[in-house]
């Protein structure tokens, strides 16, 4: 795929790594679709890139996922590549996380990353493409809490590890980014 314009959808992406990762794309003249819940702050930066759609959704809703994979193929007539950059954060220790707080935690960053990876395979395995997740450190060293993020962050790197194995026969290379602390 080297030269050749990818097409790509970017999770997470109105702010943060996911932005930075969709403005990095559109700027080396890949087509972009950029998915997150903040329709508003999303229509604004795909203005500003050439090339980029805006698909609003939650990745932690099954019917957003699959409408924006769908949106995103449609558009740019296939879909070659997944960055999963959505992502939350809950900072206290677990036994003063409310259960709301942790169920949408799970729901966004591992639910999240299962159902926006399946809406995307079909495409993806049509002629080989990439998914790349972005993970934190805590999934790979566990050296202080919070409890939850490793959780969360283990079970995406267990994810991608096992996944790997699964869509190499249909050319899909699975990637997992670990990140430390980033500004």
Known sequence: ????????????????????????????????????RREEKLCAIAAELEGAIAVAGDVAEVDDCEAAVQRA???????????????????????????????SFVDTDVSGALQITRAALPELMKEGGRIVHINGLQGLIRVRPPVLYAAVESAVRGFCESLRWEVAPHSVHV?????????
Do not use: C, K
């Open 73 to 103: 193929s449609e558009h740019f007539g296939g879909l070659d590549a997944l960055v999963n950059a959505a992502g939350t954060w809950v900072e206290q220790p677990l036994v003063e996380v409310r259960y709301e707080q942790m169920r």
């Open 1 to 36: 795929m080297a030269g050749a314009v990818m097409r790509a959808l970017v999770t997470g992406a109105s702010s943060g790594i996911g932005e930075t990762v969709a403005r990095r794309l559109a700027a080396e003249g890949h087509q972009v679709a950029l998915m997150a």
């Open 175 to 183: 990637t997992l980014v670990t990140l430390g602390s980033v500004a």
